[in-house]
């Protein structure tokens, strides 16, 4: 089968820099995207990473490691406006796109 | 350019009674995708269209529920008759193609079955 794994909930405090994993267990993953969705929102698309590294998008960066099968999403700078559910979602090689049960990002002023 | 809308926002129906959403994605998307997000979850595919052909309906409980996208614009997603656990909110989301990993998603239906 095909998921990914991210921590339930992640606390970090206002102005810190917070890491969020991913892990993927699939065969066949050729790139992982970010989402963020804010209570009773919808997702919203943060980043994507088809190749091994990082992109960085302002206060967020996303790192990705296909020998590895892992990625993460690296906020920094931290506001309280942050405070969301983070997924990662991977797409295969059927262009399907599969997503993480999401992390709780919770920050503290 | 506009986001992909939805509608009802909000339903409550009771078990075994029929609901429908509607979703109208991004002008010019192609592909249109239906998820169902049960609270303190991610995204489930229920069901992707390419135009208005199917391109994964995998995870789409058939026996009761169903969608289409007439002329590869607007789509419903049907449950009859629908059931407690189907409490959820259907979210409906469009990209320019299947090939583009960026996903815009619309504010979603949230329903609850009593």
């Known amino acids: 089968g095909q998921s990914l794994e991210q921590p339930s909930e992640v606390t970090a405090v206002e102005g810190a820099i917070v890491q969020i994993n991913c892990t993927y267990q699939?065969?066949?993953?050729?790139?992982l995207s970010w989402y963020q969705q804010h209570d009773g929102g919808a997702p919203t698309f943060l980043s994507y990473?088809?190749?091994?590294g990082l992109e960085e998008t302002g206060r967020f960066s996303s790192f990705l490691s296909r020998s590895d099968s892992y990625g993460y999403l690296l906020l920094q700078e931290l506001q309280m406006k942050d405070s969301a559910s983070y997924f990662c979602?991977?797409?295969?090689?059927?262009?399907?796109?599969?997503f993480g049960k999401g992390t709780r990002l919770h920050i503290l002023p | 350019e506009a986001g992909v809308a939805q509608s009802p926002r909000y339903k409550i129906i009771e078990k075994r009674q029929s609901v429908a959403f509607w979703c109208n994605p991004i002008s010019g998307h192609a592909t249109l995708y239906w998820y169902q997000q049960i609270l303190g979850q991610g995204p489930k595919l229920l069901i992707q269209?390419?135009?208005?052909?199917?391109?994964?309906d995998s995870q789409l409980p058939k026996d009761r529920f169903s969608a289409e996208r007439l002329k590869g614009v607007d789509s419903t997603l049907k449950i009859q008759p629908a059931k407690l656990e189907d409490s959820a909110v259907y979210l409906c989301?469009?990209?320019?193609?299947?090939?583009?990993?960026?996903?815009?998603f619309g504010p979603g239906t949230r329903l609850l079955v009593l």
């Open positions: 699939t065969s066949g993953f050729y790139g």
């Open positions: 269209f390419q135009n208005n052909g199917v391109v994964d």
């Open positions: 989301a469009s990209s320019r193609d299947a090939f583009q990993e960026t996903q815009y």
């Open positions: 979602a991977g797409m295969n090689r059927d262009d399907k796109i599969i």
């Open positions: 990473n088809a190749l091994d």
